[in-house]
């Protein structure tokens, strides 16, 4: 009786142990974050693979930010072909729709059974493009065990902001994963101070072209990179939003300068290049 009391012991330990090792391999399970262009990524997290703000246009397909009666932008053709860019999509998260995140490229080849996380000022845009499966973001959201939660932040100074309208982030949870805090077309402000403080999150992925609109900066710029990642020493940083439009003023070589400079660790990608966390 006593050797099989044993043995049971035993065995539970072996399948705690066991349990406790799985637990820690997902809770270190890599995810993948390539980026495409501009602020189009694709992030494979927590078995799916989400299609970020995806500009999918040729190269100087539509309207310059700087000249009127031009089209100047993108300022460069994707890395590869549309085709490649899409392929594995499950679903699409959309942090607002101005042209340099979801252009009409993008909403003519794109597959409207798609899922499509948004925010609730981009509703009538997005399902007027006839996409079926609109999900409108107000707090919180969820797709396949990830968790979608919407913030918030300004697109610009007080005299340009109402005129670029709404702009959202997201923070994407899900068990045994990092947390991503996606901060969207917005400036290195208080509410992004907040959030960063209370979401802790473990990657964060930046908008940092330093874009002017009417002699104003309307995103971050090197500087409020850097600062945001003093302010978070512990996360990830990516920058993007760079080299693809012509009005961002700011470039991958800038920030990885001043990144230097302070001892900080900013990844910058490539076109097409991929980050594997």
């Known amino acids: 009786m006593k050797s099989t009391?044993?043995?049971?012991?035993?065995i539970?330990?072996?399948?705690?142990?066991?349990?406790?090792?799985?637990?820690?391999?997902?809770?270190?399970e890599k995810i993948m974050i390539q980026h495409i262009r501009n602020a189009?990524?694709?992030?494979?997290?927590?078995?799916?693979?989400?299609?970020?703000?995806?500009m999918l246009g040729a190269k100087n397909s539509f309207m310059s930010f700087v000249k009127e009666?031009?089209?100047?932008?993108?300022?460069?053709?994707?890395?590869?072909?549309i085709e490649d860019v899409i392929k594995g999509t499950d679903m699409i998260l959309l942090t607002h729709s101005h042209l340099d995140h979801f252009d009409a490229k993008a909403m003519e080849v794109l597959d409207k059974d798609l899922p499509i996380y948004i925010?609730?000022?981009?509703?009538?845009?997005?399902?007027?493009?006839?996409?079926n499966q609109v999900h409108i973001v107000n707090s919180s959201a969820e797709f396949a065990g990830?968790?979608?939660?919407?913030?918030?932040?300004?697109?610009?100074?007080?005299?340009?902001?109402d005129?670029?309208?709404?702009?959202?982030?997201?923070?994407?949870?899900?068990?045994?994963?990092?947390?991503?805090?996606?901060?969207?077309?917005?400036l290195f402000d208080n509410e992004i101070k907040e959030n960063i403080n209370r979401y802790q999150p473990d990657i964060i992925i930046t908008n940092s072209g330093g874009a002017i609109f009417m002699n104003e900066t309307i995103l971050m710029d090197a500087q409020a990179t850097i600062d945001l990642a003093k302010m978070a020493p512990k996360?990830?940083?990516?920058?993007?939003?760079?080299?693809?439009?012509?009005?961002?003023?700011?470039?991958?070589?800038?920030?990885?300068?001043?990144?230097?400079e302070q001892n900080l660790i900013i990844h910058t990608p490539s076109d097409g290049e991929k980050i594997k966390l």
């Open 5 to 10: 009391k044993a043995t049971l012991i035993i």
């Open 12 to 28: 539970f330990a072996i399948f705690c142990g066991l349990h406790n090792l799985i637990a820690k391999e997902n809770t270190n």
């Open 40 to 54: 189009t990524l694709k992030i494979d997290y927590a078995g799916k693979t989400i299609l970020l703000d995806p």
């Open 69 to 81: 009666n031009k089209n100047l932008n993108p300022t460069v053709d994707l890395p590869f072909s």
């Open 119 to 131: 925010q609730p000022s981009d509703e009538k845009l997005v399902k007027d493009a006839n996409f």
């Open 146 to 161: 990830i968790q979608i939660i919407r913030t918030t932040g300004v697109h610009g100074p007080e005299n340009v902001k």
């Open 163 to 186: 005129m670029l309208g709404k702009v959202s982030g997201f923070v994407l949870k899900a068990e045994n994963h990092p947390t991503i805090y996606i901060i969207g077309d917005c």
């Open 235 to 260: 996360a990830t940083i990516i920058a993007t939003h760079m080299e693809s439009l012509d009005h961002c003023t700011v470039t991958r070589k800038e920030i990885q300068a001043k990144a230097q």
